[in-house]
């Protein structure tokens, strides 16, 4: 299954592949036949693997309104305490996780609630695990209030991507594990909780988007 927040780019990037072989045809003999073919074939591969959106089991915990989801496929690259003012205006606690080329890229909510706020950012292009690359690059802000509080999640592009996708509006309700979008070729995504949140990740983990639970938030009393 391929996701449709990529077939612009998946059917551009077919069409390459086969061009691409189809003309490694002309040099019936040589190198040059075989590395055409090959380079064509890659393209087409890349093409299969990056853009498919495999089904997901999200966990019966997730309809619990602590959880905390994870939203992308990847690896924990940071988790560090900071004020987040844009939207929770508090003291907060950043999850980091670093998505490769070759992970899944369309993006899951994290969290049962309401968008309360949206923003897009155009911005710079550092290396995805650059601990600047949350401030300063192309990124969606996502604010969602929770029956347990506020939690801001964003996508956020690296040295390699250029594409957000992101369907969330203002107003709209969220299910924890709910499609959004995606990021093209390589991105992070950040999620800012409160700093009381319980989590159940470490950096270093690698972390399932819609499945694997990376916290659970204080219930508000």
Known sequence: MFTRYGYDNFFILLFVGLVICAASWFFTTGILFVALFVFGLTINCFSLWFFRDPKRSIPLQASE???????????????????????????????????????????????????????????????????????????????????????????ITGYLARRIVCEVKTGEKLQAGDKIGMMKFGSRMDVIVAPNTDLHVKVGDRVIGGETIIGRLHKVN
């Open 65 to 155: 309104y602590t959880a905390v989801l994870s939203p992308a496929d990847g690896k924990i690259v940071q988790i560090i305490p900071i004020f987040e003012e844009e939207y929770l205006c508090s003291e907060a606690l950043q999850i980091s996780i670093f998505l490769s080329p070759l992970d899944v890229h369309v993006n899951r909510s994290p969290v049962n609630g309401l968008v309360e706020f949206f923003k897009y950012l155009p911005g710079d292009y550092l290396v995805a695990w650059h601990p600047k690359s949350s401030e300063k690059n192309e990124q969606s802000r996502v604010g969602v209030r929770t029956e347990a509080g506020k939690v801001l999640f964003k996508q």
